[in-house]
């Protein structure tokens, strides 16, 4: 079975802090990586995309992939009450079709 | 801007009702998938298609089926509805060449 595996949280974070969000995957094949935000209710939003080894910076958003590890982070800098949200890691593994497997999530509260 | 839309934000239906989810986008996406959503489950992947009339099971396609006569129209059916299938229905597109995956904005169905 292909996973991918978050910590479920809560993370809780002050403002102004760095939120930092963990994703392992089990498909050493994996190509493509994939952060998505998703508030209560709402459906889920694309908010960052990686595809090689590295750091990937977005304004106040990092993506960090390392293929090695089979390990993927999104960090939020300078974390805001608005960034409270669950935190989806999606991977497109190699399957041959492009289909995404999602972790179940992490829960970010960033407090006032 | 992609926009992907679902026919229902809300929807209440009978045990044994025949069920019909309806999801378009207006970008000429190839893919488009129907995921369901549930708590401490994540989201899981029912089917998906990559191009008209052509479908392809995920990995819980008990219980659905799928149509998909125009690019642009992807619709799930529930043959004959269950309260285990009281859930959030999210309907998503991606071009061909992109793995970028766009949501609607979900169907929460509730089946008494």
């Known amino acids: 079975q292909k996973e991918v595996e978050q910590n479920s949280g809560p993370l809780s974070v002050p403002e102004g802090a760095i939120a930092s969000l963990n994703c392992t995957y089990s498909?050493?094949?994996?190509?493509?990586f994939f952060w998505y935000r998703q508030y209560s209710g709402k459906s889920p939003e694309l908010i960052m995309s990686i595809y090689s080894n590295g750091d990937k910076e977005d304004g106040r958003f990092t993506a960090q992939l390392n293929k090695a590890s089979q390990y993927v982070s999104l960090l939020i800098r300078d974390s805001q009450p608005s960034d409270s949200a669950t935190y989806l890691c999606a991977v497109m593994m190699n399957s041959g079709y492009s289909t995404l497997t999602f972790g179940k999530g992490t829960m970010l509260l960033v407090s006032p | 801007d992609v926009k992907v839309t679902q026919s229902s934000r809300y929807l209440v239906k009978r045990t044994g009702e025949k069920v019909f989810l309806e999801c378009v986008q207006d970008?000429?996406?190839?893919?488009m998938f129907w995921y369901r959503q549930d708590p401490g489950l994540g989201l899981r992947l029912i089917y998906f298609?990559?191009?008209?009339?052509?479908?392809e099971k995920g990995d819980i396609p008990e219980g659905y089926s799928v149509s998909r006569e125009k690019k642009e129209r992807f619709s799930l059916i529930l043959e004959s509805a269950s309260t285990n299938q009281t859930s959030m229905y999210l309907c998503?597109?991606?071009?061909?060449?992109?793995?970028?995956?766009?949501f609607g904005p979900g169907t929460r169905l509730t089946v008494t």
């Open positions: 970008m000429d996406h190839e893919n």
């Open positions: 998503a597109s991606s071009p061909l060449l992109k793995r970028e995956q766009y």
């Open positions: 498909d050493r094949g994996s190509q493509s």
């Open positions: 298609s990559y191009d008209v009339k052509m479908k």
